[in-house]
Nanobody, 113 residues
């Protein structure tokens, strides 16, 4: 019922910033809780941030204060603003909808000097 397409990943130096976007198709975006996950090489996929249908947000301790999740229901788009990036943020970042029901294909973020 929904397709998710991530964009905005790339190579950035430590301390830099990136903004990821997730464009969603379908008619029920505003009714879905949304989330960003990430998976680094050799590690399990981990939850980065969530945003509910009412706009309530939660963050992993490792990104709290540096990352901001937001949504624009009129544009069917989810965002992740990433500031003060660290090498340990390097991972493939995945958009998720409806409490793990739908997944995007991911976008690579590499933080390196």
């Amino acid at each position: 019922q929904v397709q998710l397409v991530e964009s905005g990943g790339g190579l950035v130096q430590p301390g830099g910033s990136l903004r990821l976007s997730c464009a969603a198709s379908g008619s029920f975006f505003s009714h879905y809780n949304m989330a960003w996950y990430r998976q680094a090489p050799g590690k399990q996929r981990e939850l980065v941030a969530t945003i509910t249908v009412t706009g309530s947000t939660n963050y992993a301790d490792s990104v709290k204060g540096r990352f901001t999740i937001s949504r624009d229901n009129a544009k069917n788009t989810l965002y992740l603003q990433m500031n003060s990036l660290k090498p340990e943020d390097t991972a493939v970042y995945y958009c998720n909808a409806d409490d793990t029901r739908f997944w995007g294909q991911g976008t690579q973020v590499t933080v390196s000097s």
